[in-house]
């Protein structure tokens, strides 16, 4: 056999969770496990690299063209040429490694790519599954004639559960609004989300899935999220959240009424409340203090008894994603220890025991099978939009599918029915309009996601951006075009970008492998230093004024503080703050700071001076020191938001420009040579709905 699976199977796309497992020479490959082994060496590879070498490995000898392998691996999403060279780059990297001739692959100029090595065959481990397929064929005829004379018990006993299959999908909400925080009901008719223009005016919506106008449930200012339904149907719950106060957990009757507040958080402005499935409680995430982790906490509607469910470590930014079984004996959530380690847990309620069930800080939990074994996690995955089912015994997940869109938040009903945020966004840097009214005018149109923007000296530019499925530090020099300056691991933890004081070094944090670094490069992308940070959260750093050391807010066991790392010896971190404060930067040999419990920036070396009453915690990196003031963003949501500067030594604030679009999260910069603003601009941002129905095998 030649090849693997006939010409048919060849034209397929590649869905890894099915490929059987072959051999190339004494190499074997297991895709479904993303693994290559030689002997007793074994390599895991990207999802991605491992669909290109089984889309070669289909056809071995023969020419797989470009346009092939988008369709086979990228299912025909408009990709880069540079997305397929990294995967084949990483390709010919094993194979060097490994010493194969069997994985040796021919460039065909303007053609594509060849496997030149020996012919792909099946593996012993697909000859078993054959033998496993048969053997289960036979089990299906018995379980056929036991269950002709009652022996069904058995019969799922030798077969096993079934897997989770999607049997179909269709987009369910799609407007012009941000469509997020789906809710099925218990019977499945009807479905409850928040809708706004933006994400901090939504309200709540009632639609039946069947179709129809959707009915508005509330109508009160502020910003209305997560609703939940009762186990009868009859209640929605949600959270109101208003800017600057402790969000407010309320219950209104559906499809209409009069809503009441049945709870308030002691220090979250924003939360998720979920409704138990059995009794009066509910659920939601909430801190007992400004530098304390988020937790699962629950609330008596009949006593107003609130109690601590879960207890993240001191430290760590907590629990998050909270989802019940549809039985209503466990629950599942986000256990964040650092923005680099989240293991997605469940927790028997009755028992209070936990589990790990999965360690990918890129999914999310939230939704369940209907048969309350499996957790349904979404989110991007080396480039991969997907949702898995990760058995809620710590078992083998499976992959349920593959999608152009990014999936967000995942809500299941009953009839194997799932809703999932589907979202679409396209940010690019701008300068504000030239009119007023006008609108941004993009830098450098791409369809991409950049942010985080910073100048040098010189007005060199800089940023994070997210291009070909790839994240990196990207920069464009003044009269040139941008290029790509350093590119990160995939799934890696990037923010944005820092000058030194003379323009020829820039200081940014990444993580990966469960450890954050600030590291240092020259401007032409080699490597200078690396300062190790032992904490759970970090910011963006700055430059002490003889650009020896770099100076930035992290996040350890004891709270937020502001930490320096001389370059000469980077892994030595000294504290230079008490705990509490969020984000930092410094100017002429003077720190400046965002704290956790207050708004505005202050000047915090010696005693500390609030300079302006912006921005809120909530928005720490939505400031910067321009010349000898401070620019900061009024109202991230305004309409539209407006740049202000205040001057350090005291004087009114004053406009500097209006941001329409502005990407609340992407912050803006200031060129110190021109005062000309760059700041990311949302040129397509969207979420919608859409509802699956799962099925059996």
């Not at 909430?286 to 509607?301: Q, T």
Request: proline share 9%.
């Amino acid at each position: 056999m030649n090849e693997i699976g006939g010409p048919q199977e060849a034209l397929k796309p590649i869905d890894l969770a099915r490929e059987p497992d072959f051999s190339l020479g004494s190499v074997l490959v297991r895709p479904s496990e993303r693994e290559v082994r030689l002997g007793e060496r074994h390599e895991t590879l990207e999802p991605r690299v491992m669909q290109v070498l089984v889309a070669l490995a289909r056809r071995p000898g023969q020419v797989v063209s470009r346009d092939e392998l988008v369709a086979l691996c990228w299912r025909g999403r408009i990709v880069g040429e540079d997305a397929i060279n990294r995967c084949i780059g990483q390709l010919r990297k094993l194979a060097a490694a490994l010493g194969e001739d069997a994985l040796v692959i021919d460039t065909v100029a303007r053609v594509g790519y060849r496997l030149a090595g020996a012919s792909a065959r099946p593996s012993a481990a697909r000859a078993a599954e054959r033998r496993r397929l048969a053997l289960s064929w036979s089990a299906g005829v018995l379980a056929v004639l036991i269950g002709a004379v009652g022996g069904g018990f058995l019969a799922r006993t030798m077969l096993g559960p079934r897997l989770w299959t999607v049997a179909s999908a269709r987009m369910l909400i799609a407007t012009p609004l941000i469509e997020r925080h789906p809710a099925i009901s218990p019977d499945g008719r009807m479905i409850a989300y928040s809708a706004g223009p933006d994400v901090l005016t939504r309200q709540i919506f009632l639609r039946a899935l069947a179709g129809g106008e959707p009915v508005r449930l509330t109508d009160e200012p502020g910003d209305h999220i997560s609703p939940t339904w009762s186990p009868d149907g009859g209640r929605v719950a949600y959270v109101l959240s208003q800017p600057g106060q402790p969000c407010r957990i309320m219950v209104t009757p559906a499809p209409a009424g009069s809503a009441r507040e049945v709870g308030r958080c002691q220090t979250d402005e924003r939360s998720q409340v979920i409704w138990a499935h059995a009794g009066e409680t509910l659920f939601f995430i909430d801190r007992p203090g400004p530098e304390a982790s988020d937790r699962i906490v629950s609330l008596d509607l009949a006593t107003g008894r609130r109690a601590d469910v879960t207890h993240p470590p001191a430290g760590s930014l907590g629990d998050h994603s909270i989802g019940l079984s549809p039985n209503g004996r466990m629950m599942s959530f986000e256990r964040t220890l650092t923005e680099l380690v989240s293991p997605m847990v469940i927790r028997d309620l009755a028992s209070g025991h936990e589990r790990v069930i999965a360690k990918d800080p890129d999914l999310s939990p939230g939704g369940w099978t209907a048969d309350s074994r499996s957790v349904l996690l979404s989110g991007r995955v080396d480039g991969d939009n997907v949702i898995w089912a990760f058995p809620a015994n710590g078992g083998r997940p499976t992959h349920l599918m593959s999608g152009p869109l990014q999936m967000g938040r995942v809500a299941t009903g009953p009839k194997g029915m799932v809703a999932v945020e589907v979202n679409t966004e396209v940010f690019n840097l701008a300068s504000p309009p030239k009119t007023p009214g006008g609108e941004p005018q993009i830098l450098d149109p791409a369809k991409a996601v950049d942010g985080a923007p910073a100048f040098g000296p010189d007005g060199t530019l800089a940023m994070v951006a997210l291009r070909a499925g790839e994240a990196g530090i990207w920069i464009q020099r003044p009269g040139e075009a941008m290029r790509e300056l350093i590119r990160t691991p995939p799934g890696a933890y990037l923010d944005g970008p820092s000058f030194s004081p003379d323009g020829t070094r820039l200081a940014f944090p990444i993580g990966s492998g469960g450890r954050f670094v600030i590291r240092v490069v020259s401007i032409a992308g080699e490597d200078v230093a690396s300062a190790p940070f032992a904490g759970s959260e970090i910011s963006v750093p700055t430059w002490s004024a003889d650009g020896r050391a770099v100076i930035f807010a992290g996040r350890d066991e004891r709270g937020w503080r502001v930490w320096r790392a001389d370059l000469d010896h980077p892994d030595r971190l000294t504290p230079v703050s008490g705990p509490g404060w969020l984000s930092v930067q410094a100017r002429d040999g003077a720190l400046y700071g965002v704290r956790t419990d207050a708004p505005g920036v202050w000047r915090i070396d010696g005693t500390p001076r609030r300079i302006t009453d912006l921005p809120r915690p909530a928005f720490s990196n939505q400031w910067t020191v321009a010349g000898d003031s401070i620019a900061y963003v009024d109202d991230p949501f305004g309409d539209p938001p407006h740049i202000m500067s205040q001057p350090i030594a005291g004087g009114p604030a004053r406009l500097l420009a209006a941001a329409p679009r502005y990407a609340f999260d992407d912050g803006f910069a200031v060129d110190p040579r021109t005062g000309a603003i760059v700041y990311a601009a949302a040129r397509s941002d969207d979420t919608d709905i859409e509802l699956l129905r799962l099925k059996r095998g």
